[in-house]
């Protein structure tokens, strides 16, 4: 499974947009990139999840470079609700596991 | 509605006294799997089941059980629960695999459990 880095925070405004980027260097040619996002004491929640080039959503947008080797995970005017733990997971889709990365706490300020 | 559910929610016990937590899916969903989470550890998985009476080993297997006998359900066991199981335990379920693109994998509210 490919090891994935992400920051492990990052704070914004409401209304702003924010992007996380999420480093996969030893992506294998049939992994799908999936974004998760948990709140406190909740389950994580699917976010989107994407293969090459760019995916949108009605809550997100996922921007894939050529070499696949990081992802972006675009929101686009975020609000206080939006202040969570955002999971990056890379996995072929016959992976019969998924493995969770530290996550990136995101913290929206008014 | 489409939900996973677990039961209890909250569980305070002692240290080997067997407890089960159970979990549920009404999405006639194949897949399903538990989780546990601790601070500056992330999520881990226990086990995993790809279908009735088919259950196979997580990350962290080791003082855990499950079964599943109907596709619904799918309970966690500790048969002799010890303090470093003190955890935030999920539940998840998928129609198929869980990094299909063409599926999504459900979590359930979490079940928060102290072993003193």
């Known amino acids: 499974l490919a090891k994935t880095t992400q920051p492990i925070s990052m704070d914004s405004y409401e209304g702003q947009e924010v992007n996380i980027t999420c480093s996969h260097n030893?992506?294998?040619?049939?992994?799908?990139i999936t974004w998760y996002q948990q709140f406190p004491s909740q389950g994580p929640r699917f976010i989107i999840q994407?293969?090459?080039t760019k995916v949108t959503n009605e809550v997100a947008s996922l921007f894939i470079p050529a070499d696949r080797k990081s992802s972006t995970l675009s929101l686009p005017r975020v609000s206080l609700s939006d202040t969570a733990v955002y999971y990056c997971?890379?996995?072929?889709?016959?992976?019969?596991?998924?493995?969770f990365g530290s996550g990136t706490q995101l913290t929206v300020l008014p | 509605e489409a939900q996973v559910t677990q039961n209890p929610r909250y569980l305070i016990t002692v240290t080997g006294k067997k407890l089960t937590v159970t979990c549920s899916q009404n999405?006639?969903?194949?897949?399903m799997s538990w989780y546990r989470q601790d601070p500056g550890l992330g999520l881990r998985q226990i086990y995993y089941?790809?279908?009735?009476?088919?259950?196979d080993k997580g990350d962290v297997p080791e003082g855990y059980k499950v079964s599943r006998k109907e596709k619904r359900n799918f309970p966690l066991i500790l048969e002799s629960p010890s303090p470093n199981q003190t955890s935030l335990y999920f539940c998840?379920?998928?129609?198929?695999?869980?990094?299909?693109?063409?599926?999504?994998?459900?979590f359930g509210p979490g079940t928060r459990l102290t072993v003193l």
């Open positions: 998840a379920s998928s129609l198929s695999l869980p990094s299909d693109p063409r599926d999504t994998q459900y």
């Open positions: 030893n992506i294998a040619t049939n992994d799908y």
């Open positions: 994407g293969y090459k």
């Open positions: 997971l890379v996995g072929d889709k016959s992976a019969r596991q998924l493995t």
């Open positions: 999405m006639n969903h194949e897949y």
């Open positions: 089941s790809m279908n009735v009476e088919v259950t």
